[in-house]
Protein backbone atom coordinates (compact mmCIF):
# COMPACT_ATOMS: atom_id res chain seq x y z
CA UNK A 1 0.00 0.00 0.00
CA UNK A 2 2.76 2.55 0.42
CA UNK A 3 3.78 2.18 -3.27
CA UNK A 4 -0.08 3.54 -3.91
CA UNK A 5 0.51 6.73 -1.44
CA UNK A 6 3.67 7.17 -2.82
CA UNK A 7 2.61 7.78 -6.46
CA UNK A 8 -0.39 9.49 -5.27
CA UNK A 9 2.15 12.06 -3.39
CA UNK A 10 3.69 12.15 -6.81
CA UNK A 11 1.10 12.95 -9.16
CA UNK A 12 0.02 15.60 -6.53
CA UNK A 13 3.14 17.38 -5.86
CA UNK A 14 4.25 17.42 -9.26
CA UNK A 15 0.42 18.77 -10.32
CA UNK A 16 0.57 21.27 -7.52
CA UNK A 17 3.99 23.05 -7.78
CA UNK A 18 3.80 23.19 -11.62
CA UNK A 19 0.48 25.12 -11.78
CA UNK A 20 -0.12 26.54 -8.41
CA UNK A 21 3.06 27.32 -6.11
CA UNK A 22 5.64 26.89 -9.21
CA UNK A 23 8.61 25.45 -7.77
CA UNK A 24 11.30 23.39 -10.16
CA UNK A 25 12.63 21.86 -7.09
CA UNK A 26 9.64 20.57 -5.49
CA UNK A 27 8.33 19.29 -8.62
CA UNK A 28 11.48 17.05 -8.89
CA UNK A 29 11.37 16.26 -5.54
CA UNK A 30 7.57 14.77 -6.58
CA UNK A 31 9.18 12.93 -9.69
CA UNK A 32 11.59 10.83 -7.14
CA UNK A 33 8.80 9.92 -5.06
CA UNK A 34 7.30 8.06 -8.43
CA UNK A 35 10.56 6.48 -8.99
CA UNK A 36 11.03 5.53 -5.13
CA UNK A 37 7.64 4.39 -5.67
CA UNK A 38 8.16 2.24 -9.25
CA UNK A 39 11.42 0.67 -7.64
CA UNK A 40 9.54 0.23 -4.16
CA UNK A 41 6.81 -1.80 -6.34
CA UNK A 42 8.91 -3.48 -8.67
CA UNK A 43 11.07 -4.83 -6.13
CA UNK A 44 8.40 -6.51 -3.92
CA UNK A 45 6.54 -7.67 -6.67
CA UNK A 46 9.39 -9.35 -8.40
CA UNK A 47 10.10 -10.64 -5.32
CA UNK A 48 6.19 -12.11 -4.61
CA UNK A 49 6.36 -13.68 -7.99
CA UNK A 50 9.23 -16.36 -6.81
CA UNK A 51 6.72 -17.55 -4.21
CA UNK A 52 5.44 -19.30 -7.09
CA UNK A 53 7.89 -22.29 -7.40
CA UNK A 54 7.90 -24.18 -11.10
CA UNK A 55 5.22 -21.17 -11.74
CA UNK A 56 7.71 -18.53 -11.55
CA UNK A 57 7.82 -18.05 -14.90
CA UNK A 58 4.24 -17.30 -16.03
CA UNK A 59 3.86 -14.90 -12.92
CA UNK A 60 7.61 -12.98 -13.50
CA UNK A 61 6.65 -12.96 -17.85
CA UNK A 62 3.12 -11.04 -16.74
CA UNK A 63 4.99 -8.44 -14.28
CA UNK A 64 7.04 -8.06 -17.29
CA UNK A 65 4.47 -7.77 -19.78
CA UNK A 66 2.39 -5.17 -17.01
CA UNK A 67 5.61 -3.07 -16.85
CA UNK A 68 6.07 -2.63 -20.68
CA UNK A 69 2.50 -2.01 -21.34
CA UNK A 70 2.48 0.62 -18.63
CA UNK A 71 5.10 2.33 -21.21
CA UNK A 72 2.73 2.52 -24.15
CA UNK A 73 -0.50 2.99 -21.81
CA UNK A 74 1.42 5.94 -20.32
CA UNK A 75 2.28 7.59 -23.55
CA UNK A 76 -1.27 7.43 -24.56
CA UNK A 77 -2.48 8.72 -21.40
CA UNK A 78 -0.91 12.12 -21.75
CA UNK A 79 -1.50 11.87 -25.42
CA UNK A 80 -5.23 11.91 -25.17
CA UNK A 81 -5.84 13.69 -22.20
CA UNK A 82 -3.00 16.27 -22.41
CA UNK A 83 -3.25 17.11 -26.23
CA UNK A 84 -5.98 15.40 -27.62
CA UNK A 85 -8.76 16.84 -24.66
CA UNK A 86 -6.58 19.89 -24.12
CA UNK A 87 -6.56 19.17 -20.44
CA UNK A 88 -3.71 20.87 -18.27
CA UNK A 89 -0.87 18.83 -17.28
CA UNK A 90 -1.88 19.41 -13.37
CA UNK A 91 -4.97 18.36 -14.48
CA UNK A 92 -4.15 15.02 -16.21
CA UNK A 93 -1.81 14.13 -13.76
CA UNK A 94 -4.48 14.85 -10.96
CA UNK A 95 -6.83 12.45 -12.64
CA UNK A 96 -3.91 10.30 -13.01
CA UNK A 97 -4.57 9.21 -8.99
CA UNK A 98 -7.25 6.74 -10.07
CA UNK A 99 -4.51 4.55 -10.85
CA UNK A 100 -3.32 4.48 -7.27
CA UNK A 101 -6.97 3.54 -6.03
CA UNK A 102 -6.64 1.08 -8.87
CA UNK A 103 -2.98 -0.28 -8.02
CA UNK A 104 -4.05 -0.37 -4.05
CA UNK A 105 -7.58 -2.27 -4.88
CA UNK A 106 -5.89 -5.08 -7.07
CA UNK A 107 -3.10 -5.86 -4.60
CA UNK A 108 -5.96 -5.98 -1.62
CA UNK A 109 -8.11 -8.32 -3.69
CA UNK A 110 -5.23 -10.48 -5.15
CA UNK A 111 -1.96 -10.18 -3.59
CA UNK A 112 -2.16 -8.85 -0.20
CA UNK A 113 -2.92 -11.78 2.26
CA UNK A 114 -0.58 -14.75 2.11
CA UNK A 115 0.97 -17.36 4.75
CA UNK A 116 3.81 -18.65 5.58
CA UNK A 117 4.74 -21.45 8.13
CA UNK A 118 6.97 -20.60 11.12
CA UNK A 119 9.74 -21.92 12.28
CA UNK A 120 9.13 -23.21 15.64
CA UNK A 121 6.14 -24.51 15.15
CA UNK A 122 3.80 -26.46 12.42
CA UNK A 123 0.59 -23.52 12.58
CA UNK A 124 0.43 -21.60 9.36
CA UNK A 125 0.18 -17.44 10.33
CA UNK A 126 -1.23 -15.30 7.76
CA UNK A 127 0.03 -11.38 7.00
CA UNK A 128 -3.11 -10.70 9.42
CA UNK A 129 -1.91 -12.82 12.24
CA UNK A 130 -4.71 -15.03 11.56
CA UNK A 131 -4.14 -18.85 11.42
CA UNK A 132 -4.58 -20.22 8.14
CA UNK A 133 -7.25 -23.55 7.89
CA UNK A 134 -5.21 -25.30 5.64
CA UNK A 135 -6.97 -28.70 5.37
CA UNK A 136 -10.28 -27.41 4.38
CA UNK A 137 -9.03 -24.19 2.17
CA UNK A 138 -9.65 -23.87 -1.85
CA UNK A 139 -7.35 -22.88 -4.55
CA UNK A 140 -9.36 -19.59 -5.01
CA UNK A 141 -5.73 -17.60 -5.63
CA UNK A 142 -4.49 -20.32 -8.00
CA UNK A 143 -8.26 -20.45 -9.87
CA UNK A 144 -7.69 -16.75 -10.36
CA UNK A 145 -4.35 -16.77 -12.12
CA UNK A 146 -4.63 -19.83 -13.75
CA UNK A 147 -1.85 -21.01 -11.35
CA UNK A 148 -0.81 -24.64 -10.87
CA UNK A 149 -0.58 -25.86 -7.50
CA UNK A 150 1.89 -29.13 -8.07
CA UNK A 151 5.44 -27.77 -7.07
CA UNK A 152 6.68 -30.14 -4.60
CA UNK A 153 7.63 -27.22 -2.09
CA UNK A 154 4.53 -25.10 -2.08
CA UNK A 155 1.21 -24.58 -1.97
CA UNK A 156 -1.27 -22.36 -2.64
CA UNK A 157 -3.91 -21.75 0.12
CA UNK A 158 -7.00 -20.22 -0.20
CA UNK A 159 -6.49 -16.62 -1.30
CA UNK A 160 -2.83 -17.12 0.23
CA UNK A 161 0.32 -19.12 -0.52
CA UNK A 162 1.69 -21.81 2.12
CA UNK A 163 5.14 -22.69 2.03
CA UNK A 164 5.22 -26.29 3.14
CA UNK A 165 8.74 -26.40 4.67
CA UNK A 166 8.50 -27.52 8.14
CA UNK A 167 11.29 -30.78 7.60
CA UNK A 168 13.50 -28.09 5.86
CA UNK A 169 13.24 -25.96 8.96
CA UNK A 170 13.79 -28.62 11.32
CA UNK A 171 16.54 -30.20 9.47
CA UNK A 172 18.72 -26.32 9.43
CA UNK A 173 18.08 -25.80 12.78
CA UNK A 174 19.69 -28.87 14.19
CA UNK A 175 22.34 -28.82 11.42
CA UNK A 176 23.07 -25.05 11.92
CA UNK A 177 23.27 -25.99 16.11
CA UNK A 178 25.21 -29.28 15.56
CA UNK A 179 27.18 -29.48 12.31
CA UNK A 180 27.87 -25.31 11.66
CA UNK A 181 26.59 -26.11 7.76
CA UNK A 182 25.39 -23.12 5.61
CA UNK A 183 22.27 -21.42 6.66
CA UNK A 184 19.56 -21.67 4.28
CA UNK A 185 17.33 -18.74 5.49
CA UNK A 186 18.06 -15.26 4.48
CA UNK A 187 16.55 -13.54 7.65
CA UNK A 188 19.71 -15.29 9.56
CA UNK A 189 22.45 -14.25 7.69
CA UNK A 190 24.44 -11.40 8.49
CA UNK A 191 25.13 -7.90 6.63
CA UNK A 192 28.26 -9.62 5.02
CA UNK A 193 26.50 -12.47 3.81
CA UNK A 194 23.52 -10.74 2.22
CA UNK A 195 26.01 -8.51 0.54
CA UNK A 196 27.89 -11.14 -0.57
CA UNK A 197 25.06 -13.35 -1.77
CA UNK A 198 23.86 -9.92 -3.97
CA UNK A 199 27.47 -10.33 -5.66
CA UNK A 200 27.21 -13.36 -6.50
CA UNK A 201 24.00 -12.29 -8.80
CA UNK A 202 26.75 -10.65 -11.18
CA UNK A 203 25.83 -12.76 -13.80
CA UNK A 204 22.39 -11.85 -13.96
CA UNK A 205 23.28 -8.43 -12.62
CA UNK A 206 25.59 -6.92 -15.12
CA UNK A 207 23.27 -7.36 -18.28
CA UNK A 208 20.61 -5.55 -16.62
CA UNK A 209 22.41 -2.67 -15.34
CA UNK A 210 24.47 -2.42 -19.11
CA UNK A 211 21.10 -2.58 -21.15
CA UNK A 212 19.26 -0.37 -19.06
CA UNK A 213 22.50 2.02 -18.95
CA UNK A 214 22.45 2.09 -22.90
CA UNK A 215 18.92 2.26 -24.09
CA UNK A 216 18.07 5.03 -21.07
CA UNK A 217 21.56 7.19 -22.17
CA UNK A 218 20.12 6.64 -25.93
CA UNK A 219 16.50 8.23 -24.98
CA UNK A 220 17.61 10.77 -22.55
CA UNK A 221 20.88 11.93 -24.41
CA UNK A 222 20.99 11.27 -28.28
CA UNK A 223 17.35 10.71 -29.24
CA UNK A 224 16.99 14.39 -27.95
CA UNK A 225 19.04 15.62 -30.68
CA UNK A 226 17.15 13.69 -33.59
CA UNK A 227 15.30 15.67 -35.54
CA UNK A 228 14.43 16.56 -39.42
CA UNK A 229 15.38 19.01 -39.79
CA UNK A 230 17.85 19.08 -36.13
CA UNK A 231 17.69 22.71 -35.74
CA UNK A 232 14.17 22.35 -35.41
CA UNK A 233 12.84 21.98 -31.68
CA UNK A 234 9.46 21.07 -32.63
CA UNK A 235 10.84 18.16 -35.41
CA UNK A 236 13.01 17.11 -32.56
CA UNK A 237 10.23 16.83 -29.66
CA UNK A 238 8.07 15.16 -32.80
CA UNK A 239 11.05 12.29 -33.39
CA UNK A 240 11.87 11.60 -29.48
CA UNK A 241 8.02 10.83 -28.91
CA UNK A 242 7.49 8.96 -31.82
CA UNK A 243 10.73 7.25 -30.99
CA UNK A 244 9.30 6.14 -27.58
CA UNK A 245 6.28 4.75 -28.79
CA UNK A 246 8.17 2.16 -30.78
CA UNK A 247 10.75 1.67 -28.26
CA UNK A 248 8.02 0.93 -25.53
CA UNK A 249 6.42 -1.39 -28.30
CA UNK A 250 9.32 -3.43 -28.10
CA UNK A 251 9.74 -3.21 -24.55
CA UNK A 252 6.20 -4.53 -24.28
CA UNK A 253 6.07 -7.49 -26.89
CA UNK A 254 10.11 -8.50 -25.53
CA UNK A 255 8.55 -8.46 -22.13
CA UNK A 256 5.35 -10.44 -22.73
CA UNK A 257 7.77 -13.43 -24.08
CA UNK A 258 8.84 -15.19 -21.41
CA UNK A 259 6.68 -18.10 -21.41
CA UNK A 260 7.57 -18.33 -25.02
CA UNK A 261 11.28 -18.19 -25.61
CA UNK A 262 14.33 -18.21 -22.94
CA UNK A 263 16.90 -16.73 -23.54
CA UNK A 264 20.79 -18.51 -22.65
CA UNK A 265 22.53 -16.99 -20.31
CA UNK A 266 25.21 -16.58 -23.48
CA UNK A 267 22.23 -14.62 -25.09
CA UNK A 268 21.38 -13.13 -22.04
CA UNK A 269 25.15 -11.64 -22.26
CA UNK A 270 24.82 -10.70 -25.85
CA UNK A 271 21.77 -8.83 -26.11
CA UNK A 272 23.37 -5.85 -23.91
CA UNK A 273 26.21 -5.55 -26.13
CA UNK A 274 24.27 -4.98 -28.91
CA UNK A 275 22.79 -2.53 -27.01
CA UNK A 276 26.06 -0.49 -26.56
CA UNK A 277 26.33 -0.58 -30.38
CA UNK A 278 23.10 0.99 -30.92
CA UNK A 279 24.05 3.54 -28.76
CA UNK A 280 27.25 4.24 -30.72
CA UNK A 281 25.12 4.14 -34.35
CA UNK A 282 22.77 6.71 -33.06
CA UNK A 283 25.23 8.97 -31.49
CA UNK A 284 27.33 8.37 -34.82
CA UNK A 285 24.52 8.87 -36.71
CA UNK A 286 23.53 12.08 -34.86
CA UNK A 287 26.61 13.65 -35.84
CA UNK A 288 26.95 12.78 -39.14
CA UNK A 289 23.12 12.38 -40.53
CA UNK A 290 24.49 9.14 -42.85
CA UNK A 291 20.94 7.40 -42.23
CA UNK A 292 19.09 10.85 -41.45
CA UNK A 293 15.09 9.88 -41.86
CA UNK A 294 11.77 8.52 -40.11
CA UNK A 295 12.96 5.03 -40.34
CA UNK A 296 15.04 5.76 -37.75
CA UNK A 297 11.84 4.30 -36.01
CA UNK A 298 12.68 0.79 -36.92
CA UNK A 299 15.93 0.76 -34.79
CA UNK A 300 14.52 2.57 -31.78
CA UNK A 301 11.81 -0.63 -32.06
CA UNK A 302 14.89 -2.71 -32.09
CA UNK A 303 16.52 -0.83 -29.30
CA UNK A 304 12.74 -1.72 -26.72
CA UNK A 305 12.81 -5.71 -28.14
CA UNK A 306 16.38 -5.53 -26.41
CA UNK A 307 15.69 -3.85 -23.50
CA UNK A 308 12.67 -6.27 -22.65
CA UNK A 309 14.32 -9.36 -23.99
CA UNK A 310 17.18 -8.96 -21.18
CA UNK A 311 14.67 -7.62 -18.33
CA UNK A 312 12.08 -10.49 -18.72
CA UNK A 313 14.86 -13.72 -19.45
CA UNK A 314 17.52 -12.25 -16.69
CA UNK A 315 14.60 -12.55 -13.81
CA UNK A 316 13.58 -15.74 -15.28
CA UNK A 317 16.72 -16.93 -14.92
CA UNK A 318 17.41 -15.88 -11.58
CA UNK A 319 13.91 -18.07 -10.27
CA UNK A 320 14.99 -21.07 -12.23
CA UNK A 321 18.40 -21.09 -11.38
CA UNK A 322 18.82 -19.41 -8.04
CA UNK A 323 17.87 -21.99 -4.76
CA UNK A 324 14.37 -21.18 -3.12
CA UNK A 325 15.45 -20.48 -0.25
CA UNK A 326 17.47 -17.45 -2.15
CA UNK A 327 14.77 -16.59 -4.69
CA UNK A 328 12.75 -14.04 -3.28
CA UNK A 329 15.74 -12.25 -1.76
CA UNK A 330 17.82 -12.99 -4.92
CA UNK A 331 14.83 -11.05 -7.60
CA UNK A 332 14.45 -8.53 -5.28
CA UNK A 333 18.29 -7.28 -4.96
CA UNK A 334 18.35 -7.91 -8.93
CA UNK A 335 16.25 -5.28 -9.42
CA UNK A 336 18.64 -2.89 -7.91
CA UNK A 337 20.82 -3.48 -11.04
CA UNK A 338 18.32 -1.67 -13.69
CA UNK A 339 17.91 0.69 -11.08
CA UNK A 340 21.54 1.95 -10.81
CA UNK A 341 21.79 1.81 -15.08
CA UNK A 342 19.02 3.99 -15.48
CA UNK A 343 20.70 6.82 -12.52
CA UNK A 344 24.48 6.42 -14.28
CA UNK A 345 22.65 7.13 -17.97
CA UNK A 346 20.75 10.21 -17.01
CA UNK A 347 23.87 11.11 -16.23
CA UNK A 348 25.88 10.53 -19.43
CA UNK A 349 22.82 11.21 -21.20
CA UNK A 350 23.38 14.98 -20.15
CA UNK A 351 27.14 14.95 -21.52
CA UNK A 352 25.63 13.07 -24.64
CA UNK A 353 22.94 14.85 -25.56
CA UNK A 354 25.69 18.04 -24.65
CA UNK A 355 28.38 17.24 -27.19
CA UNK A 356 25.58 16.72 -30.13
CA UNK A 357 23.79 20.10 -29.76
CA UNK A 358 27.49 21.06 -29.63
CA UNK A 359 28.10 19.28 -33.26
CA UNK A 360 24.58 20.48 -34.16
CA UNK A 361 24.65 24.37 -33.46
CA UNK A 362 22.23 23.79 -30.75
CA UNK A 363 21.57 25.80 -27.98
CA UNK A 364 20.10 24.78 -24.66
CA UNK A 365 22.10 22.14 -23.17
CA UNK A 366 22.43 21.63 -19.09
CA UNK A 367 25.89 20.80 -18.92
CA UNK A 368 29.34 21.66 -21.10
CA UNK A 369 30.41 18.83 -23.68
CA UNK A 370 33.79 17.61 -22.20
CA UNK A 371 35.19 16.78 -25.64
Known sequence: YSGAILMSLSFCSVAFFSSVY?????????????????????????????????NGTKCLTAFSSGTGLAGLVGFAYMMVLNQWMKLTFSNTLLLGNSLSVAYAFIFWKYLSKYCVEKVTGESVICSDGSPA???????????????????????????????SSTELWRSQQSSNKNSGNAIENIAL????????????????????????????????????AIGFPTDDEAARN?????????????????????TIFQASMTTLWIMPFLQV????????????????NWSLVIVCFYVGLL??????????????????WKREFALS???????????????????????????????????????
Open 238 to 258: SFYQYSGWLYQLGVFLSRSSG
Open 22 to 54: KSTTFELCGVALCSLQGGLGEASLLALGGYFGN
Open 189 to 224: LSFKQKTMLVLSLWPYMVPLFLVYCAEYALMSGVWT
Open 277 to 292: ANLIFFYYNAISHFWY
Open 333 to 371: SASVADSLGIAVADIIGLFLQSCLYKANGIGGSIVSCPI
Open 133 to 163: DVNGATNLLSNKLNIGSNDDTTRIVGEMEYE
Open 307 to 324: GGGVYVNGYIRINAEVPK
